[in-house]
């Protein structure tokens, strides 16, 4: 449920939600939606009071009028005349039906359903084999179980209906976007499956080789035998990072309301880091040209996250950047002081646009064999974007193929500050 709304559609919405909750749909039923709706149900069951107080003042003081006894207090807030403006300001879908047919429905729900569903028979209106179960249940239930529904809407959402009883044959029948959840089960399916998948490969590829290993005629060669255990130790050193990695991650998710604040000086660690890779092997003739604004004020964050975050951003620059050219890095002031700005560029193949925006999820490669044979699990950018959210940064890739790939952090001076969390 977005509450991106003004305060003046907000309270609408309070207003709509109480009448909804007149209407018949009890407290429990808003319970599920967390915090922000049990507020909601709360100032909506005052407001729902408010509208009972109106209706017994009324029939007190004009009993004549209110002669046609209304069967129950619940009906009448449903024919109460501001009942239709109300239940258009629920952000989620909420439709009334008598018997089978629709009486009335939210703006949501017609965006969701269709204009001109008023009128029309419910069982059409959602296709589902549930929606016909409760029109033919006899006498009609209080209540139904929730039910939930795929197919409507956009291919990917999921909701959740629930229909309550408000009385003289009339139902009023509210939809539930689940998408969020469903999505996060989702990523949390998906991430074990590709998790496990990462593991499996050298597991059983470090299993094959000590299987032919074990074999007397492969075992006695000894040259055999140093070649199949430098895979090996290949392989385990790929099971090592990907779990070092995936630990990284949980931590780093698990501290991202905690804004870093030890100060940093990053200019200092860029050096520190850039030694780290001008003295590996794996350079292939490129070097990593340093460009640091002078007399930089400390950064606040945490060390070791950022050097992880220059460490795997370095790596990628120096896998996928072309043998022989620079890797050039700076470090410079934003315009108004207030952000420190740093920049790696590379020359190498560059990344197509359409793989940009799914670069940052976990164990996303653009080709995955090359990367897995560099020793990559699809993790690193991942890192750095946690990183960065956690440092309340900014993070930006931009990319041309065959050209180059210049990744932008800005990072704001005190993260703690900005964040409105000092602590
Ligand atoms: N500088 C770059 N130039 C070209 N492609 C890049 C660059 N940085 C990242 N990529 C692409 O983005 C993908 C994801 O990068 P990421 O760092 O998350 O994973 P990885 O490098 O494959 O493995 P890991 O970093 O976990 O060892 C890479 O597989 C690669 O295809
Ligand atoms: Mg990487």
């Given at each position: 449920m977005a509450y991106d709304a003004s305060?003046?559609?907000?309270?609408?919405?309070?207003?709509?939600?109480?009448?909804?909750?007149?209407?018949?749909?009890?407290?429990?039923?808003?319970?599920?939606?967390?915090?922000?709706?049990l507020i909601v149900t709360l100032s909506a069951g005052l407001f729902a009071i408010i509208i009972l107080l109106e209706n017994r003042s009324e029939r007190r003081s004009n009993p004549q009028a209110a002669a046609p006894i209304l069967k129950n207090e619940a009906l009448a807030i449903s024919q109460h005349p501001q009942f239709s403006p109300l239940i258009n300001g629920i952000v989620d879908p909420v439709l009334v039906i008598a018997g089978p047919v629709v009486q009335q429905a939210n703006r949501a729900a017609r965006k969701l359903l269709g204009e001109h569903i008023v009128g029309e028979d419910i069982r059409l209106v959602?296709?589902?084999?549930?929606?016909?179960d409760f029109i033919s249940q006899t006498p009609i239930p209080e209540t139904s179980r929730p039910i939930m529904l795929m197919g409507i809407g956009s291919r990917d959402q999921r909701w959740e209906m629930q229909v309550k009883k408000i009385g003289d044959g009339k139902r009023l029948l509210f939809l539930w976007d689940q998408s969020g959840s469903y999505a996060v089960d989702r990523m949390r399916t998906d991430f074990v499956a590709n998790a496990s998948h990462e593991l499996r490969t050298p597991l059983s590829s470090i299993k094959g080789f000590i299987e032919t290993l074990e074999d007397d005629s492969a075992g006695d060669d000894a040259e055999l035998r140093t070649?199949?255990?430098?895979?090996?130790?290949g392989e385990a050193q790929r099971m090592q990072k990907l779990i070092d990695d995936l630990i990284s991650l949980s931590r780093i998710e698990s501290e991202k309301h905690n804004a870093p604040d030890s100060p940093v000086d990053l200019g200092e660690l860029i050096r520190e880091v850039r030694e780290v890779f001008v003295n590996s092997p794996d350079m292939h003739g490129r070097d990593i040209l340093v460009d640091i604004t002078p007399d930089l004020p400390p950064?606040?964050?945490?060390?070791?996250?950022?050097?992880?975050?220059?460490?795997?951003?370095?790596?990628?620059?120096?896998?996928?950047?072309r043998d022989g050219t620079p890797i050039a890095i700076s470090l410079t002031l934003s315009r108004n002081g207030a952000m420190q700005r740093l920049v790696i560029a590379d020359e190498g193949e560059g990344i197509a646009p359409e793989h940009l925006p799914r670069l940052t999820e976990r164990f996303y490669r653009v080709d995955s064999g090359r990367s897995r044979s560099m020793g990559g699990t699809g993790l690193g950018l991942s890192i750095v974007k946690h990183i960065v959210e956690r440092h309340r940064g900014r993070f930006d890739i931009a990319s041309i193929p065959n050209k180059g790939t210049t990744i932008t952090i800005s990072l704001p001076k005190n993260a703690g500050v900005q964040a409105g969390t000092q602590q």
């Open positions: 305060p003046l559609q907000k309270t609408g919405r309070i207003l709509l939600a109480a009448a909804v909750i007149v209407a018949g749909a009890i407290i429990g039923f808003y319970m599920s939606g967390g915090v922000e709706r959602i296709r589902h084999p549930s929606v016909a070649r199949f255990l430098g895979v090996m130790f950064t606040f964050g945490d060390r070791a996250q950022l050097s992880q975050l220059l460490h795997n951003l370095i790596s990628n620059a120096v896998k996928y950047g």
